[in-house]
């Protein structure tokens, strides 16, 4: 079993930047992928960034690329996204995610594990 706990959301005005945390425990050397996810209200989740847990190579969505920056701390377990130059848009609850098998990144279906989700909000 894992278990993903994420931190570091908040309120942040447009324009300013936020860093998110997920941290693992339990089998995490099971991780092949550690992705981020978003759901904005009324909306459907939706891929953000991923990062290969051996060999960290990363994956961002269209809608984050050069922005957003997606890192792992192997020896602690744990993921970061940074966050900068945020947008209204970005305004969600944000979820980390842990995937065992390779396979398209972006399928939320194909992660087994989640967390809890923290919430950002951009304001204007």
């Known amino acids: 079993q894992v278990q993903l706990v994420e931190s570091g959301g908040g309120l942040v005005q447009a324009g300013g930047s936020l860093r998110l945390s997920c941290a693992a425990s339990?089998?995490?050397?099971?991780?092949?992928?550690m992705g981020w996810f978003r759901q904005a209200p009324g909306k459907e989740r939706e891929f953000v960034a991923a990062?290969?847990?051996?060999?960290?190579?990363?994956y961002y969505a269209n809608s984050v690329k050069g922005r957003f920056t997606i890192s792992a701390d192997n020896a602690k377990n744990t993921v970061y996204l940074q966050m900068n130059s945020l947008k209204l848009e970005d305004t969600g609850v944000y979820y980390c995610?842990?995937?065992?098998?390779?396979?398209?990144?972006?399928?939320?279906?194909?992660?087994?594990?989640w967390g809890q989700g923290t919430q950002v909000t951009v304001s204007s």
């Open positions: 995610a842990l995937r065992s098998s390779p396979g398209s990144v972006i399928d939320a279906t194909a992660y087994e594990y």
């Open positions: 339990g089998r995490a050397f099971s991780a092949y992928y």
């Open positions: 990062i290969r847990w051996s060999g960290g190579r990363t």
